[in-house]
């Protein structure tokens, strides 16, 4: 176990409290009572959760099977499909010209989508996809831009039971293989690229080089025309979607699938080298994104213009992009670029243009528009806005205070969300309306949901304890496995605490027993609220014939919250070229080599060639060491160290800017 966030510790002192406005609190969707409720009888309560959410074309009877523990069936007897619940029946209720998507292309060119049209044009993409032989139970991988098609995809998917694996659009070709080989996926639908930072930036070359190292199990490739940049064909493999939607029948009847079918799966980095596939599946993990949706942003479909800023290749846009604002039948924005493209008010001028009421981002986006400065923002009117959340890592009270202050003008209520890509929806937050609001603090377990905060010797703490999250009850949404590796799953999440899922996240309750999330207890980083792992980076480095040894750690960072440090041990030669040619070129080119096998977000902030790594006697290597000198903080207790004299020579590294 490595250590908790310093940081963060000192943070249990904040007596700050913004409780619910008389006026917000009268129209709220949530009350106090949903917790009685859920109290009472928390089966039950999710029962009538999962029905007054959800349309089952079989209704359940059981509720929650966990007799074949850790893995759980919910709903298990009762049968549905996502698509159906997502799309045709809000056009069956007569809802058909609300609008479901706002989409804002980078450039400037914008798409509104009613649920009439949403419908249509899944349904052509579901006979498309048929058409190329997919069927229900087969696995697709969408590699997409961030554009209407990326939820389309995924709904067209669902909606002929097939499993979707997104795979981000800023991960490699090398990334990508290795996850269609180990979901042996079908289809892959990309595009030809998409826009950013103002330019069009291409992703087809990725499939097209993916899809040469080695031998899969993809017979076609679906391309989508975004960017209109010249792309290599791969004739009877490769099919423009355009042609082949205009091809296919705007009719498709959806599958029903069992509550357990798999829904996706989606790659997130553990503390081994090799991602892990977690799985979902579908009735329990929509009745939770409904859910979650509708309690902790207040969602009124009817009236609310809400919009998730995540991509869709992170859980946070399958759960709060795709599937949970479309269950409930919400209007939504999508937006495919980055925040300051072509200027740094971009967010700020489509939450007035669209006139945005809920908006669910990331704390490194906050802390990055606060180094921008307030005067971005204040030219727009954001006075729409009434909740904004917040997700993917702790967010310190400082960005909470700006956050409410500058955009939701001192009014809205912020609620700060804790989940993991493992619990597929959100467990931890505030309720608007509700919950009086604690600047930091996620506060508080869900109406239905039970976490303890545990020592070392899985104990529960009470009040103003410190250990590490669990939770001790099952949940709708949980993850029901690890693609293809089950003792893996058992491995990683129910064996620290035998039976209780150990989260990995280590956690305080304050004196009022409110959570404080402390940040990864293991050797996952967390970087612009990217999960990464510090193995995958280490193994990324090797792999250079250049590098002999290499040890990650995340650094403390004031605005994505950790950053990607390494330290290297070059091999002799490369060694010699680095002292003839300059360090800088060497540091180059291993930066390079990470995006080339992960993807750009792991790219480290900074490479030090080392003569040695810390090491205990037993050979590990003291990542804690590392952290302290990469945070520029004094070296902590060396005295388990093989050799003591290891960490001067790197600390005098670091000071003389070894990077
Ligand atoms: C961290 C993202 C503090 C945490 C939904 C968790 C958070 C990991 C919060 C999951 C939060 C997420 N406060 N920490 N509100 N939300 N985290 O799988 O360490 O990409 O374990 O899911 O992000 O990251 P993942």
Redesign the pocket.
Known sequence: MTDHNPALENLLTETRSFPPSAEFAAQANSTPELYEQAKADRLEFWADQARRFLTWDKPFSEVLDFSDAPKARWFGDGTLNATYNAVDRHVEAGNGDRVAILFEGEPGDTREITYADLQREVSQAANAIEALGVTTGDRVAIYLPMIPEAVIAMLACARIGATHSVVFGGFSAEALYSRIIDADAKLVITADGGYRRGKPSSLKPAVDEALTKGTTTVTNVLVVRRTGQDVAWTDGRDIWWHEALEAASAEHTPVPVEAEHPLFILY?SGTTGKPKGILHTTGGYLTQAAYTTYYTFDLKPESDVYWCTADVG???GHSYVTYGPLINGATQVIYEGTPDTPHKGRWWEIVAKHKVTILYTAPTAIRTCMKWGEDVPAEFDLSTLRVLG??????NPEAWMWYRRVIGGDRTPVV???????TGAIMISPLPGVTAAKPGS?QTALPGIEVEIWDDAGKAVGPGGGGYLVINEPWPSMLRGIWGDEERFKETYWSRFPGTYF???GAKFDDDGDVW?L??VDDVM?VS???LSTTEIESALVSHEWVAEAAVVGAKDDTTGQAVVAFVILRGEALEAAEAEGGDKVVGALRAHVAGEIGPIAKPRSILVVAELPKTRSGKIMRRLLRDVAENREVGDVTTLADSTVMDSISAGMAGGGD
């Open positions: 997130t992170w859980v946070t917040s997700v993917g890592e702790p967010i700060d969300t804790w989940w993991q890509t493992e996620a989260a990995g996240d999330l940040g990864r967390n609220g990217h999960r």
